[in-house]
T-cell receptor, first 114, second 116 residues
Framework: AQTVTQSQPEMSVQEAETVTLSCTYDTSESDYYLFWYKQPPSRQMILVIRQEAYKQQNATENRFSVNFQKAAKSFSLKISDSQLGDAAMYFCAYLDQGAQKLVFGQGTRLTINP | GAVVSQHPSRVICKSGTSVKIECRSL??????MFWYRQFPKKSLMLMATSNEGSKATYEQGVEKDKFLINHASLTLSTLTVTSAHPEDSSFYICSARKTAAKNIQYFGAGTRLSVL
């Protein structure tokens, strides 16, 4: 079974600085999707960014970008110019395309210091 | 956009009663919806996959007679917690997948269930 590991339970960063959240996963599949979801205090899950495994180019969405290392099975999220509104739990997730199920990591709580 | 509405946002009930939670896709059709449970400061745990017009598929360890799922239309799935007990108290989240774009799930805002 696929697993997703986020080794950083908590991270903090100064406002306007850059922070990187780590994620590793385990799979024997070659084609899959990876996601970062944000869960703010409201607990609404918000899709931040997604990556298709067959694409070598790293996905970017404004201040959010990923470093996708397929061979290493690593999928880190970089947040540039951190803002107070970025404070949230961040979950890395793997999509099992066969079963079409999302497998989530344990989450990283990100604090933004003003 | 892709909006998923989940209702109610919060419910308090007495032990032994049943509670129904609704999950609606407002602006798209969703053949498949998912129900998750989230414990405090923990990740999301998939409970079941709800397919329109057919029986739900439950994850291992999830009691299907306790957590009844109905997906009667392309925009609505319901989760009924039957004979609720305090240990069922939790945060329940639904998600929906567009029929036309299967690789993204859109989430509802969640329901906080408290069983007294």
């Amino acid at each position: 079974a696929q697993t997703v590991t986020q080794s950083q339970p908590e991270m903090s960063v100064q406002e306007a600085e850059t922070v990187t959240l780590s994620c590793t996963y385990d799979t024997s599949e070659s084609d899959y999707y990876l996601f970062w979801y944000k869960q703010p205090p409201s607990r609404q899950m918000i899709l931040v960014i997604r990556q298709e495994a067959y694409k070598q180019q790293n996905a970017t969405e404004n201040r959010f970008s990923v470093n996708f290392q397929k061979a290493a099975k690593s999928f880190s999220l970089k947040i540039s110019d951190s803002q107070l509104g970025d404070a949230a739990m961040y979950f890395c997730a793997y999509l099992d395309q066969g079963a079409q199920k999302l497998v989530f990591g344990q989450g990283t709580r990100l604090t933004i210091n003003p | 956009g892709a909006v998923v509405s989940q209702h109610p946002s919060r419910v308090i009930c007495k032990s032994g009663t049943s509670v129904k939670i609704e999950c609606r896709s407002l602006d798209f059709q969703a053949t498949t919806m998912f129900w998750y449970r989230q414990f405090p400061k923990k990740s999301l745990m998939l409970m079941a996959t709800s397919n329109e017009g057919s029986k739900a598929t439950y994850e291992q360890g999830v009691e299907k007679d306790k957590f009844l799922i109905n997906h009667a239309s392309l925009t609505l799935s319901t989760l009924t917690v039957t004979s609720a007990h305090p240990e069922d108290s939790s945060f329940y989240i639904c998600s929906a997948r567009k029929t036309a774009a299967k690789n993204i799930q859109y989430f509802g805002a969640g329901t906080r269930l408290s069983v007294l």
